[in-house]
């Protein structure tokens, strides 16, 4: 049974982001059910989810808190549009989310996926600045090696050739700028000093194209597919103010990196901003239910509110505010709070970084880095033909080890639910540099 399901998805699905005659050789994992931490296949083996299914999975396959919430849930409402239609779901979320950034972001806007909300915000600071008198200002900014998702939109504010490159020429180019990531520290820098350097080059773009720019987006503290590049929150202060100065919107794509993941609820806390659009996704809703959303201010709300159906903000989802994956999100908030999730992964990423330590000085590894419950390093390889297929032969042996780990590039990252345990960290530990020494060679 499961070797014959295996070949009616690679005859009938086709997977994401993957070249599918890759399938040929790396093997394609029919799932049965999750607990936890866990995987299972159909065959009883089991791999544990370093990655947190492309992290989403905040607290844990069949997590019987967000399963209730579901449960519940199905025998009300299952879906009803928003437009003109409003559901208590909906409400309690966006004013959860509006009080845990004080209120300064009140307004809260849905879709489905982190790309189109990345769309939504990118149409919402354009539109508005129409509205205000200011259509000029039709450009926007985004980081080298930026990533915000493969539509039309995203990719244009995206700096990964890799996903752009073959549909170049659909695309509005955007300004790109210098990345803060902390691994281009030359001799005696440090993290701020490159967050200084970086920032230097948006003031010298706003100084000579400010009437022209909207906004400038950036993934906050971890530029992820980027290959887990991270900086100091410095950065961000920096750049609040550079767009409070010269009258840019600032967009942060929080949709990898909020809920928790890099030690604050939100990413931008941790350099006390707050950005005038805020894109959430991802693990909002516990890797359950797709949802993605858009947090923006009093002003930009404002902006849109007239008699005048133009000046309205007419983009639509047909499953915005779906009350599903709503209280699913609801659940998700409910557990930080009852868990007191974010000081416990405090412990918990302290755990995992002592148990990572033998990889800290290993001679094939180069900027070992973590950031909340986020790790990650660099493999050296010299030879190109090997450092070419790193990836794919990492994520097989992992696969050998119990261990579902999805490498970037030469980048080795973990992503972890959670909810890891002594046992689970003290495996995930072992067995990552198990599967980096059987991979790197000698």
């Not at 190109?384 to 032969?393: E, Y």
């Amino acid at each position: 049974m499961p070797q014959d399901l295996v070949n009616r998805s690679l005859r009938s699905v086709w997977h994401p982001c993957t070249q599918m005659q890759h399938h040929e050789t790396v093997p394609l994992i029919a799932v049965s059910h999750g607990r936890g931490v866990w995987l299972y296949d159909h065959e009883g083996k089991r791999y544990l989810d370093a990655i947190s299914s492309w992290w989403v999975n905040l607290f844990g396959h069949a997590n019987p808190v967000i399963n209730a919430a579901l449960k519940d849930q199905l025998d009300r409402l299952e879906h009803a549009m928003l437009a003109g239609f409003t559901h208590e779901p909906v409400v309690r979320l966006s004013e959860q989310l509006s009080n845990m950034t004080g209120r300064v972001l009140g307004h809260a806007f849905y879709a489905s996926d982190g790309a189109s909300a990345v769309e939504i915000a990118l149409k919402m600071s354009f539109h508005a600045w129409r509205n205000a008198g200011r259509s000029g200002k039709q450009e926007f900014v985004c980081l080298k090696g930026s990533y915000h998702g493969e539509t039309i939109g995203a990719l244009a504010v995206t700096d990964v050739a890799l996903f752009k490159d073959a549909y170049g020429p659909l695309l509005r180019s955007a300004r790109v700028v210098a990345s803060p990531d902390a691994r281009g520290a030359l001799p005696g820098e440090s993290a701020q000093d490159v967050a200084r350097r970086a920032a230097q080059d948006v003031e010298n773009l706003f100084l000579e194209r400010a009437d022209q720019i909207a906004a400038i987006i950036i993934e906050p503290l971890v530029q992820c597919a980027t290959g887990m590049a991270m900086h100091d929150p410095l950065y961000l202060s920096l750049v609040r103010e550079l767009c409070d100065r010269h009258s840019v919107h600032m967009i942060l794509d929080e949709i990898a990196v909020g809920c928790g993941r890099t030690g604050t609820f939100f990413a931008c806390e941790q350099a006390a901003i707050w950005p005038d659009f805020l894109c959430l996704s991802k693990g909002i809703s516990g890797g359950y239910l797709p949802l993605s959303l858009v947090l923006t201010r009093d002003e930009v709300y404002e902006a849109f509110y007239s008699a005048d159906v133009t000046r309205g903000f007419l983009h639509s989802h047909s499953y915005t505010g779906n009350p599903l994956a709503c209280r699913a999100a609801l659940a998700t908030l409910q557990i930080f709070e009852d868990d007191d999730v974010l000081n416990n992964n405090k412990l918990r990423a302290a755990s995992l970084s002592a148990a990572l330590a033998p990889l800290v000085n290993h001679e094939r590894v180069r900027h070992f880095r973590q950031r909340g419950m986020i790790w990650a390093f660099d493999a050296v390889e010299a030879d190109a033909a090997r450092a070419a297929t790193f990836s794919r032969r990492f994520f097989t042996s992992a696969l050998e080890h119990e261990l579902l780990l999805r490498p970037i590039g030469r980048t080795v990252y973990l992503m972890p639910p959670y909810i890891l345990n002594d046992e689970e960290t003290s495996a995930l530990a072992e067995r990552t540099r198990l599967v980096f020494e059987s991979v790197i060679g000698p």
